[in-house]
């Protein structure tokens, strides 16, 4: 049975959790979601967009000139690594906790709750950190920028909730044991 919190079954080696695999997808999948449609698509942001003034000593640049944009399109390709790198890292702890009946696990309740609860920790921690300490960019500058940002964190507290409930009601998963056995919760 793979499970959360690491608890044995009588007598065996307590299976692996898929809870780590699953939050290292949800933050790279949410910052890919981030980068994707709002960086790129609506192209609302950048990574050093700001047009604050400059603060601890991070540099901004103005996506509206050349300079500025090759500048931002470097700190987003580099953003863009770092959520690839998160993806292949979770794809690879999962890989390795998960050796049987991989599909009953990409099924499962509980890998998507984790990584819901992943995705919505990129968003608290981003938003939290580069929206409001760092201030390098905000979610939709101008008019009520910041209504977009608290708008984010918000989303982001909804995922990390609604994942967590989510894995919570997912049904007890042993991809080593026969279909349709039961184990003990998540």
Partial sequence: MVTTRGEARAGTTPPASIRLPGIVLGVGMGGFVDGILLHQLLQWHHMLSSTNEDRIGVKYYNPHTVSGLEMNTLWDGIFHTVCWLAVL??????????????????????????????WGLFNLVEGVLDHHILGIHHVHAGDGQVWWDIGFLVLGALLVAGGHLLQRSGRPLDPDAPAGSEGRRT
């Fill in 89 to 118: 890292l979770g794809l690879a702890v999962l890989y390795a906790r998960v050796t049987h009946n991989r599909l009953r696990v990409w099924t499962s309740r509980v890998l998507w709750g984790w990584m819901l609860v992943g």
